[in-house]
């Protein structure tokens, strides 16, 4: 597995878990359990700021490993011909 692929895999789950726990805070909220629910809500915070910083990193991975997908800014272009 290359490190733009072991990066996308873990924002991945990082998506999953940001899901999960804005639906923990909001059921922690509704129950009236409000530290838990800031706590969660914190929490949640973290988790999107740390996936936007790995999906970040792993669009530069995949730059770095493919550049023939890419234009010279930096966006993507698919696969040319000839190239897999």
């Known amino acids: 597995m290359t490190r733009a692929e072991s990066l996308a895999t873990a924002a991945d789950y990082l998506t999953d878990a940001v899901g999960g726990l804005e ?3 909001r059921v ?3 129950a009236g359990v409000l530290g838990a ?3 969660a809500q914190a929490l949640c915070a973290r988790a999107t ?3 936007a910083e790995i ?3 792993a669009r530069a991975a995949h730059r770095a490993e493919r550049p023939d997908v890419y234009d010279e800014a930096g966006r993507w ?3 040319k011909k000839g190239t897999k």
């Open 49 to 51: 700021d740390l996936h």
């Open 77 to 79: 272009v698919g696969n």
């Open 37 to 39: 629910a800031d706590k």
């Open 23 to 25: 639906g923990a805070a």
């Open 55 to 57: 999906r970040g990193a």
């Open 28 to 30: 922690l909220d509704r």
